[in-house]
């Protein structure tokens, strides 16, 4: 259970490093990938939450939470490349 | 057990303390791609928050409405409109009075509240037992919060999908879903 507890909290300190990067981030992409690195760190958490409380039935969470992370990285950088989700416009589809 | 609650505390402490940072980064970032970057962040934290709380459903809700949907709306919003927030003119005084003033509110009405997770506590003698009891026998799954949604409240449940489905669609309508008229793209 501690070693559960010693990786839950070095998570965190990997959080509030991606955190920092999402606040301060200058470029857009580094804000993309901390939001999707974020995402991959929540599941983990929630992994290791599941072992310290000893229900690891919340690893079904964790699966979703990966899963809606993935889709929703893709649909941002469509967003980012074509600046909609819909019909892509032929005169777009080259920049 | 005892160690257990100790870490579950901490866990919580250091949930809310990041909560609170995503939410002040909000308030002070003017790009607003970020913003929706962070209120899928902040989403995320409050998920996790729900987990603690043994809240499952709710956090499953959270996980997918919250940073899933609402990050895509947010983004295709953002297609119709400006990359940047506008500076404020007037001052932050008043709104911040009315927030003070609301929020010591809603706190002097949680002290009335029965002491959190006690045995004897209405919400634990008033139907719970009886759910409790009947839904091995009635529904037969294991997850009675299941039970309840889905079979003993299973036309609120649906009234809410209804809701949320023509909520849905007056949103897509609203933004369409092709976003800015092609030649006035902004870069």
Not at chain 1, 60 to 70: E, S
């Amino acid at each position: 259970m501690y070693m559960f507890l010693a990786i839950t909290a070095a998570l965190f300190v990997a959080v509030i490093l991606v955190l920092v990067r999402l606040f301060a981030g200058p470029t857009l992409y580094d804000r993309v990938l901390a939001a999707n690195t974020f995402g991959t760190l929540t599941v983990l958490i929630l992994s290791a939450l599941g072992f310290v409380t000893e229900r690891p039935d919340f690893l079904d969470i964790a699966m979703l939470y990966a899963l809606v992370n993935f889709v929703s990285t893709i649909a941002i950088l469509k967003f980012v490349r074509y600046r909609s989700f819909g019909r892509i416009r032929p005169e777009t589809e080259d920049r | 057990m005892n160690a257990n609650l100790v870490g579950i505390a901490i866990i919580d402490i250091v949930f809310f303390t990041l909560l609170v940072l995503t939410a002040v980064a909000i308030i002070r970032q003017r790009s607003l791609f970020a913003v929706a970057m962070l209120s899928g962040v902040f989403s995320l934290l409050s998920a996790g928050l729900f987990v603690t709380l043994d809240a499952m459903d709710v956090a499953f809700t959270e996980a997918a409405v919250g940073a899933g949907i609402s990050t895509v709306l947010m983004l295709g919003t953002l297609a119709l409109t400006d990359k940047d927030e506008m500076k404020r003119k007037r001052s932050a005084l008043l709104p911040l009075l009315v927030c003070f003033v609301a929020g010591a509110a809603l706190i002097y009405g949680t002290l009335d509240m029965p002491p959190f997770g006690a045995a004897d506590n209405p919400v634990q003698t008033h139907v719970a037992p009886e759910y409790i009891e009947r839904t091995p026998a009635e529904i037969g799954i294991p997850n009675i919060v299941a039970a309840v949604l889905a079979s003993y409240r299973g036309f609120d449940t649906m009234g809410e999908v209804v809701v949320v489905f023509a909520a849905l669609v007056g949103v897509l309508l609203m933004l369409g879903t092709t976003g800015r008229p092609s030649g006035k793209r902004k870069e």
